[in-house]
């Protein structure tokens, strides 16, 4: 039977959760009291990028992201493989890796730093998260048959050296500390064999879940087959998070297919963009066959200099409560800050009435 729930350190996620990027332990534009004002219930943070400003010590002493930041609800960490393995694919000078970890720096003036699998669960300790993520290898879905089996045995052999890490971390908690979650993440490119092999293996080590790893959508938007085929290999109750999947219709097809928890930049990216998220009709009332459940409005175009209306006539939130089209595309045309954090809690609202609808429904497969 399917989970509807994970309970972690700092409260329980349910399922379906869109957890914003708030990679540099901020959420872009705005406070953690107004994202959770609006009901997002957990977030995602990077440990690559925490690692290098303000830096995971400095962290630890503020007692964690979590104190850092000021949110209290969950948070989870990506350990940055991704990012650090589409620095070196654009520029081989940017870095290496090897089975040891991966050598890296973000500009060429940098000095290259390291990490390693171990370096990698250390960093998040300190950050404090309550989940917590493998270092990976995220090949390109251009890259060879020779390139996807590397990357998914390093991905593998990683796993298992985060996990005694892991392990011998959690080992030196304070007693009465609850402890954090352990997510492997299943590579493979687009072979089918590969996943199968990587969640066999991963399985066999034994984690507290399992992430999605890879490039999720296809040309034309949509999941890539790989996306369904990892939720089918991975066991009913077992937590599955959805990396890199935040467009509306991606989530419905990601939930569908079986992940609970998903994270993106997508919703906070267009929001600063002047692409605002509408219902096509109050949430209750709609269809999730395809994506016409929902449109965009773009508040560059000039028919919205007068419109008096919000942005969506079904939303509760602040800005649909209180401004106008005709002010956003105001604000947006200064420049002014305000702009963006008004868009961003739109977004992020619209993201949580989503998943709170889905749950609602009780739609699952």
Known sequence: MRANSLETAHGILHYPCFLPDATRGVVRSVGSGDIASIGVSGLMVNALHLSRRPGTSVLARSGGVHGFMGWDRPISSDSGGYQIHSLISEDAKLGSVS????????????????????KSIKYQFEIGSDIMFCLDVCTHPDDGDEAQLLGCKRTVEWAKRCKIEFASRVSRLAEGTARPLLFAVVQGGASSELRRMCVSELMN??????????????????????VGEVAGLLPNGTPKFALGIGKPESLVSAYLA?????????????????????????????????????????????????????????????????????????????????????ATIHNLRFMVRLTDELRRRSIAP
């Open 205 to 226: 080590i034994g984690f507290d879940g399992y992430g999605f790893g890879g490039w999720p959508i296809d040309e034309d938007g949509g999941l890539v087959d790989a």
């Open 258 to 342: 079986g992940y609970g928890m998903l994270d993106c930049s997508i919703p906070t990216r267009d929001a600063r963009r002047k692409r605002i998220f509408v219902f096509s009709d109050r949430p209750k009332r709609i269809s999730f066959d395809d994506s016409t459940f929902y449109h965009y409005i773009y508040l560059q175009d000039k028919k919205h200099l007068a419109d008096a209306g919000p942005l969506d006539e079904t939303c509760d939130c602040p800005c649909c409560r209180r401004f106008s089209k005709a002010y956003l595309y105001h604000l947006f045309k200064l420049e002014d800050p305000l702009a963006y954090r008004l």
């Open 99 to 118: 089975d040891k970890g991966f050598v890296y720096r973000f500009s060429r003036s940098e000095e290259k730093r390291i990490v390693t699998p171990e």
